[in-house]
């Protein structure tokens, strides 16, 4: 691989172990990639830091790397981390657990991570064209598929190590030949969140392939529908990008270059499939899945009348505006901030069901949070909550 004067004294050693380290791991992925050469990103995005995952070895790793004095090159934002503040019933997580998340958290910050959430976008929206090296498959969807920026779904330690060299292998959708739809998706009645992520989960699973790019009509052009599809699609998929028609830039180019070699139609009894119209049995209603934007929090926050009477948990991050989190909170809302349910075994709190209006939720929380999982509209989780 052909790598740059700067990528060879990283190599070298010149800047410190972890530099080295690093870099011996991008070049390496590279390789095995088929790059020829590697491309500076200006944002990378890091996953995988909840102390559930990454366990005492992952801790004692990156407090290993902060301590040697290791610092991100580049703007690096943080996936959220397990419910240090989350409380069900009295029960909260043990003490031990808490404490070794939160010194997962202080040793990122020292290395420059900069906000911990799953919606990195609103933290600074890439501009079209510009590489990144995003993880988190509902970013990097988001990224490739809205913003048009170029990035590789890069898997957590992946994306630590070229937040702290600024490069990632020019691969994949780094570069334009990738980017062209090669499915035809065809999506109807999708009427709300909740059916938008039912489509966008069965289109993950009939396109199980890290090279397919959907080109996706019929999915209206509501920023939190679109959201919710392409993470419940990032959940049942691999691909790291959708075309979308309408909102993907360049859309009308990408649909003329398009090579399709199937078509799918996604509609109405397909997704009643996935969507309940009743809650049955829950203990925890949960929004938030990716992290709520500003704009989604105040329009929860309208809906809210005088206040919830069961437990409404939302998960957002710091972007979301010191105000409507207090506002949330007035309302007896759990506002958990800068955290993910799915990362945290849920179960450990006795929480046993939980609604959601997150087709990534509805995939992960069974296995990894070990409580069962219904996905429902986000308005009728609010009706519940509300105790209507
Ligand atoms: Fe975000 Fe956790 Fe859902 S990282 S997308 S809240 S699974």
């Given at each position: ?11 070298s ?7 080295r ?10 390789e095995?990639?088929?790059a020829?050469?590697?491309v ?22 990156i ?12 703007f ?8 240090v503040?989350?409380?069900?019933s ?6 031990d ?21 799953c919606?990195p976008?609103?933290?600074r ?21 809205v913003a048009?920026?170029m ?5 957590g330690?992946?994306?630590l190590?070229?937040a ?39 289109m ?5 392939s ?14 939190e529908?679109?959201r919710l ?23 009308m ?27 049955a049995?829950?203990?925890v ?13 105040l ?6 009348g ?18 409507v989190?207090?506002?949330?909170r007035k309302?007896?809302?759990?506002v ?11 179960s450990?709190?006795g ?7 997150s ?13 069962r ?10 009706r ?5």
């Open positions: 691989m052909y790598l740059t004067k700067e990528e060879e004294r990283m190599l050693g010149e800047y410190g172990e972890y530099v380290k690093a870099m011996e791991v991008v070049v390496k992925v590279g095995m990639l088929g020829e050469r590697l500076e990103v200006v944002h990378a995005h890091v996953s995988g830091v909840s102390i559930f995952n990454i366990g005492e070895p992952g801790l004692h790793l407090e290993e790397m902060a301590g040697a004095g290791t610092k991100f090159s580049v690096t934002t943080v996936n959220p981390y397990a419910a503040d989350a409380e069900f009295g029960k909260r997580l043990s003490k657990i808490i404490n070794k998340q939160m010194r997962v958290v202080n040793a990122l910050t020292r290395m420059g991570g900069k906000a911990f959430t919606a976008y609103h933290i929206m890439p501009k079209k064209g510009e590489h990144l090296a995003w993880a988190e498959s509902n970013a990097v969807l988001y990224a490739n598929s048009g920026a990035t590789l779904r890069e898997g330690p992946m994306a190590m070229e702290i060299v600024g490069r990632a292998p020019l691969a994949g959708p780094h570069l334009p030949e990738n980017r062209v739809p090669n499915y035809l998706v065809t999506l109807e009645n999708v009427s709300n969140g909740a059916s938008a992520a039912a489509a966008g989960y069965i993950g699973k009939y396109l199980h890290p090279d397919a790019v959907p080109y996706v009509v019929g999915l209206p052009r509501r920023e529908y679109v599809f392409l993470a419940a699609f990032g959940a049942s998929g691999s691909s790291p990008m959708a075309v979308i028609e309408g909102i993907t830039p360049d859309y180019e990408l649909l003329a270059k398009g090579n399709f070699q199937d078509k799918l139609a996604v509609g109405k009894d397909d997704i009643k499939q996935y969507v309940e119209e009743v809650v049995d829950a203990d209603g949960l929004i938030g899945c990716p992290h709520l934007s500003r704009e989604e929090a329009r929860i926050l309208e809906r809210l005088d206040g919830v009477k069961r437990e409404l948990w939302v998960f957002t991050g710091a972007h979301v505006g010191a105000d989190i207090e506002a949330l309302k007896g809302v759990r958990l901030v800068s955290q993910c349910p799915v990362v945290t075994q849920l450990l709190l929480i046993e069901s939980v609604i959601t209006d087709g990534k939720a509805l995939h992960y929380l069974p296995k990894l949070a070990g409580v999982a219904h996905l429902i509209s986000r308005e009728r989780i609010l519940w909550a509300r105790g209507e």
